[in-house]
């Protein structure tokens, strides 16, 4: 089985997927190095030198890529959801689980990580409490279509197994 741990920037998704990897015994996989490996340069370089529209290709394929490996634990980059069907590849071919923050408490969390994130690297803090804010009343709607929806900011690993468990009791115990 695999699972998709989806959320905006700075919600815990990476550091969610090591525990929840773990807790399963499962393997893990972070969407974004999976891509600067593929790529062999940072998600920063791809954005400078190719743009947008050319990382989010490249995403879609690794997603497609790495969710063929069973028993794995992927978390996706913040706009993976949102471009390229990719939200309902997931749902299809996975369990999907939202970590959910609210706007000010995303701001909180990237205020101090804006570098290696070429959408939010060059604004200042209130032009990057618009675009949190406006992001993610866009990106809700992906968001939301996922099977679970956790806390973000409290976590409970404990609790995600159980819900991953409710769906597919044969494959994880
Ligand atoms: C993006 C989020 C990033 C990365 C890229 C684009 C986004 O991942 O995929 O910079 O569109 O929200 P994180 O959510 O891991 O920062």
Known sequence: MVVYLIGFMGSGKSTVGKKLSKRLGFSFIDLDSAIELAEERTVSEIFTDEGESYFRNIEADVLRDSSKKSDTVISCGGGTPCFNENMDF?????QTVYLEMTAAALM????????KRPLIAG????????????????REKWYRMSMHIID??????????????????YNLR
């Open 123 to 138: 604004l200042d803090d209130s032009e990057l409490d618009h675009f949190i804010r406006r992001s993610l009343a866009e």
């Open 90 to 94: 997931m749902n299809n071919t996975g």
């Open 108 to 115: 909180s969390r990237l205020i101090n990580s804006r570098n």
């Open 152 to 169: 973000g900011l409290n976590p409970d690993i404990n609790q995600v197994t159980s819900l991953l468990q409710s769906r597919d009791p």
